[in-house]
T-cell receptor, first 119, second 117 residues
Framework: DTAVSQTPKYLVTQMGNDKSIKCEQN?????MYWYKQDSKKFLKIMFS???????INETVPNRFSPKSPDKAHLNLHINSLELGDSAVYFC??????????????????FGPGTRLTVL | GENVEQHPSTLSVQEGDSAVIKCTYS??????FPWYKQELGKRPQLIID?????GEKKDQRIAVTLNKTAKHFSLHITETQPEDSAVYFC????????????????FGTGTQLKVEL
């Protein structure tokens, strides 16, 4: 009954390769996110999708391309991997709520993370 | 956009003592402030959150306070235990309409809490 799952858990690859990370949530949430956590533990949002539509796109190289086939899935494809891409990538999801409603619930639930190592 | 600063970066306390972690934010339109705990090799997990219409919230040994005027919020852990050892992140949800920040969380840089026996 895992809420937010990611595959693979570990990914080791050579520079220049293309790889994908998959994320699925069974919470019925409308919004999904990708975060990058670097070696210093900084957590930074990369993308956010709401009902398959891209709503947040931070300053991320266009080698990174998210894809959401349906609202329960958000995949991350990375082209031409570089050493600096090595990090832990976390998927997350939340129920879409109104920013204007201060009592709204929009807790973000994180997946287990994918540790990407680029050699 | 939103900028969140978190202090201290490391905190070491004796078991049973209290621990306080402080964060400041820049976007006055921010209205939601969660705290996450991340154990080594695990995912961040929400431990408590507070909204801008509340000044304080408590859940057993954990409490969070919010000062909207000063734009800072704090996590308080009382009677610390070894299992409280982890990295703690504060976060703020930036304004959607006024600043164009979107419904996104900006995280602080994390505090490594170590509870010593």
């Amino acid at each position: 009954d895992t809420a937010v799952s990611q595959t693979p858990k570990y990914l080791v690859t050579q520079m220049g390769n293309d790889k994908s990370i998959k994320c699925e949530q069974n919470l019925g949430h409308d919004t999904m996110y990708w975060y990058k956590q670097d070696s210093k533990k900084f957590l930074k949002i990369m993308f956010s999708y709401n009902n398959k539509e891209l709503i947040i796109n931070e300053t991320v190289p266009n080698r990174f391309s998210p894809k959401s086939p349906d609202k329960a899935h958000l995949n991350l494809h990375i082209n031409s991997l570089e050493l600096g891409d090595s990090a832990v990538y976390f998927c997350a999801s939340s129920q879409e709520t109104s920013y204007l409603d201060p009592s709204s619930t929009d807790t973000q639930y994180f997946g287990p993370g994918t540790r990407l190592t680029v050699l | 956009g939103e900028n969140v600063e978190q202090h201290p970066s490391t905190l070491s306390v004796q078991e049973g003592d209290s621990a306080v972690i402080k964060c400041t934010y820049s976007d006055s339109a921010s209205n939601y402030f969660p705290w996450y705990k991340q154990e080594l090799g695990k995912r961040p997990q929400l431990i408590i959150d507070i909204r801008s219409n509340v000044g304080e919230k408590k859940d057993q040994r954990i409490a969070v306070t919010l000062n909207k005027t000063a734009k800072h919020f704090s996590l308080h852990i009382t009677e610390t235990q070894p299992e409280d050892s982890a990295v703690y992140f504060c976060a703020a949800r930036g304004g959607l309409i006024l600043t164009g920040g979107g419904n996104k969380l900006t995280f602080g840089t994390g505090t490594q809490l170590k509870v010593e026996l």
